[in-house]
């Protein structure tokens, strides 16, 4: 680890010797681990210089990877104790619906996912919220592969109703979904778009609690927007 630590700070790469003496390791000890390191991608050489190799860049788009997962759910832990409600967040990666974090409390607990989330998009406020950041195009393609059912007596009957809900729903908007999906609960979601790809962060509550709905929607968003300023989230986690 010390030898890939060393490398990494040589943009132009570093010859073994110097290397050996900035890991504090003797020579022969370096150009076995180097070879080694060499032969498993971590690193290449190339006229007597060593770099980091493929391997290794995967290792760290992989550590960035989950510490920016780990700045997701700490947010979202945050939200949830703050607001008193479950929060989730989705994005739409690959033409599918991915809840890819939640934070609940057994006192708050997420809606259960009783039908699979992909293919009921029509129907909860996750869904609507990423298909309505979606061109007219990419939202066909979607309602083509998993087409529009009914879930609960207040879901959606048809494309038609959809396509121009989704149309209606304007910009930046929180998109609100009364118990379309779950019988007994109201949800949220607050678009969130960051270059080309759609995401949200959403909430639930139980409908009996529908007042406070939009008010935490509100309070959500500030909050959202306020991480993306000074954190600059990834979407892509």
């Known amino acids: ?18 290397l050996a003496r900035e890991a504090g390791l003797a020579l022969p000890t370096a150009y076995h681990l180097l070879r080694t390191l060499a ?13 980091l190799g ?14 920016r997962r780990s700045t997701v759910a700490d947010a ?5 104790d703050s607001i008193g409600v479950p ?9 599918e619906i991915e809840v890819q974090c939640v934070a609940d409390t057994p006192a708050n607990p997420a809606v259960e996912e009783w039908a699979d989330f992909r293919e009921t998009g029509h129907a909860h406020a996750i869904g ?19 087409p529009i059912q009914s879930i609960t007596p207040y879901t959606v009957r048809d494309d038609h109703t959809l396509m121009r809900r989704l149309e209606s729903t304007r910009r930046m908007q929180p998109v609100i979904e009364r118990q379309e999906y779950a019988l007994g609960t109201v949800c949220a979601a607050i678009p969130i778009t960051v270059g080309s790809t759609a ?3 959403a909430i639930s509550m139980p409908s009996h609690q529908a007042d406070r709905l939009m008010p935490a929607a509100r309070r959500l968003q500030g909050e959202i927007g306020r991480l993306l ?5 990834s979407i892509s986690i």
Not at 1 to 18: I, N
Not at 57 to 65: C, D, H, I, M, T
Not at 87 to 95: N, Q
């Open 76 to 80: 979202l832990g945050r939200w949830r």
């Open 199 to 201: 995401a949200t962060m």
């Open 128 to 146: 609507q919220c990423l298909l309505s950041q979606l061109d007219a195009e990419s939202r066909r393609d979607h309602l083509d592969r998993y």
């Open 54 to 67: 493929e391997a290794a860049v995967r290792l760290s788009s992989s550590s960035a990877q989950q510490k």
């Open 1 to 18: 680890m010390r030898l890939l630590e060393s490398v990494a700070r040589h943009e132009y790469g570093a010859p073994a010797k110097q």
């Open 39 to 51: 032969h498993e991608g971590y690193l290449r050489r190339e006229k007597g210089l060593f770099f």
């Open 229 to 233: 300023g000074t954190l600059s989230l």
């Open 87 to 95: 929060v989730y967040y989705a994005v739409y990666a690959a033409g």
